[in-house]
């Protein structure tokens, strides 16, 4: 696919865009060029959005039942060509193929659950709120609705809101991120095959100027994005703005909870596959492991050894555990806080920073990295770094640990180890975030539970997945009706 350039799908035809400005997509394992991906500019987002206008005046009169029937064959696609989006996902964002596996099984159950709209798009009916009188609520399509998607998860969280958008009546727009447009350009191809009506799902690549297309836009109704905090607070003010509905899921700074009680074999390796899978390139991400009393020094050798002799490299290869970053640039930013960890007094205790990688010496990778005595109030303990660096804390009490986790600004997920019952109970009440895990180090809810988050985690009131994202493409309508004998019809 090299040098190749990606097309928009607009009204179910793929279009060159008239874009002047393009990107180079790069593997960021070996930093060959992919392809290149056009910066559409805002008259082909009203292009597309023409498009999905037009297919929703058809598209939301169509039954449920029959709405769903694409997606059916949409998920079948998805599950014969799941090797050819893997090895794409994992060429274009650097995870190991095991992980982009993953990534794309968690799309497809997003899917599966979108195909019971006919249940759960359903309203509710009451009889007799008077005499003669029966009230009822039904939940209808919002219009055109569009997702911003980031670069981290290409399959899986553009399927976070999409299916359960034109499962429920509307039309749709998808802007994948610039840095990995190639999995959802596959996708699109089996879109095609699905059996949409044309316009019912768009497409369209780009940057900055496309996204605000998107928000500016007076026909796109709703809008779904994922990212950084200062990203989402931006999208979010200039949709609301705008007059649209929005969810936006921001960036985190996830603790994991480790008390004397725990299993340590487990919670170390559990640990380990939180902060580095993904190369730690995922909000729900372990950033800071806090200690309890004597859990410190037993976990602090654990995860120091586990860091240690992870092995990086190219996800294509099996027997690699962890890939690169996304960029050179975000190479170079993680580094730059590593260092600053160490300036504010953290000890490096495993550093990843500059490793030699024999044949990919031109990758974009940073190993595992622990910091030891992170200080709580400094920079660091605070700041997404969004790679594989796993901060230590240590606290006395359970007590002081909540205390932790709650001064925190974020609130996208902590997790709890332990094999008290009572300690995980307290932990599940008390600690402000949106994702809990007992002794989980991935606290990411099945696509029939919505995706949590809370705080500077997430701007908006519903989030996507399961019965909130029905509730977010839908407008409930309130009928109260009196058909008083003499006033209807006689047979």
């Known amino acids: 696919m090299s040098d190749a350039i990606l097309k928009n799908y607009i009204n179910g035809e793929w279009r060159l865009s008239e874009a002047s400005d393009r990107l180079a997509v790069y593997n960021p ?9 056009p910066l559409s500019p805002g008259t082909e987002v009203d292009h597309a959005t023409a498009a999905a206008a037009q297919a929703f005046t058809t598209w939301r009169r169509v039954p449920a039942v029959e709405r769903v029937q ?26 190991t193929l095991k992980e982009s596996r993953g990534e794309l099984q968690r799309a497809i159950e997003n899917v599966e659950v979108a195909c019971g709209i006919p249940t759960a798009m359903q309203g509710t009916f009451s009889e007799d709120i008077a005499r003669g009188i029966d009230e009822f609520m039904i939940r209808q399509p919002l219009g055109v609705a569009a997702a911003i998607a980031p670069f981290n998860f290409p399959a899986m969280i553009p399927f976070w809101f999409l299916p359960y958008a034109i499962a429920c009546g509307n039309t749709y727009l998808v802007k994948p991120s610039e840095k990995v447009p190639l999995t959802m350009q596959k996708i699109f191809e089996l879109i095609d095959q699905a059996g949409f009506p044309p316009g019912v799902v768009n497409l369209v690549n780009g940057a900055k100027e496309t996204v605000d297309a998107i928000l500016q836009h007076p026909e796109i ?15 979010y003010s200039q949709a609301a703005a705008h007059g649209k509905r929005v969810q936006c899921q921001g960036g985190a700074k996830n603790p994991i909870i480790v008390l004397p009680d725990a299993d340590m074999d487990m919670t170390t390796r559990i640990a380990a596959d939180s902060a580095f899978g993904c190369a730690g390139q995922r909000c729900l991400a372990a950033s800071l492991a806090v200690t309890v009393g004597a859990a410190r020094e037993p976990f602090t050798a654990a995860i120091a050894e586990t860091a240690a002799h992870r092995i990086t490299g190219n996800g294509l290869d099996a027997a690699v555990q962890m890939g690169p970053v996304i960029t050179a640039q975000s190479r170079d930013r993680i580094e730059a806080l590593i260092q600053q960890g160490a300036d504010e007094g953290a000890k490096v205790l495993v550093d990843g920073r500059q490793p030699q990688i024999a044949g990919l010496e ?44 709650n001064r925190s600004p974020w609130g996208n997920m902590a997790c709890l180890f332990t094999s008290s019952g009572a300690a995980a109970r307290k932990f599940r009440s008390e600690a402000e975030a949106g994702n809990i895990g007992i002794n989980i180090g991935v606290a990411a809810p099945m696509a029939f539970f919505p995706f949590s988050g809370w ?20 407008q409930t309508k309130v009928v109260i009706e009196r058909w008083p004998k003499e006033w209807s019809r006689q047979f």
Not at 221 to 235: L, M, T
Not at 392 to 400: A, F, I, K, R
Request: proline share 5%; net charge negative; charged share 20%.
């Open 29 to 37: 394992a070996t930093a060959d060029v992919l392809a290149e991906v």
């Open 70 to 95: 694409p997606l059916f064959k949409l998920k079948s696609l998805l599950e014969s060509h799941a090797d050819e989006i893997a090895r794409l996902i994992t060429q274009e964002c650097g995870k």
């Open 221 to 235: 109704r709703a809008i779904s994005f994922v990212g950084s905090s200062p990203v989402a607070r931006y999208i």
């Open 362 to 405: 031109q990758g974009h990778f940073v190993k595992p990295t622990i910091l030891q005595d992170v200080p709580p109030d400094g920079a660091i303990a605070h700041t997404e770094i969004f790679g594989p660096v796993l901060g230590l804390m240590h606290v006395e009490t359970v007590e002081d640990a909540i205390a932790l986790v």
């Open 455 to 474: 705080k500077d985690s997430f701007f908006g009131d519903l989030h996507g997945q399961s019965h909130h994202a029905v509730e977010f493409f839908t």
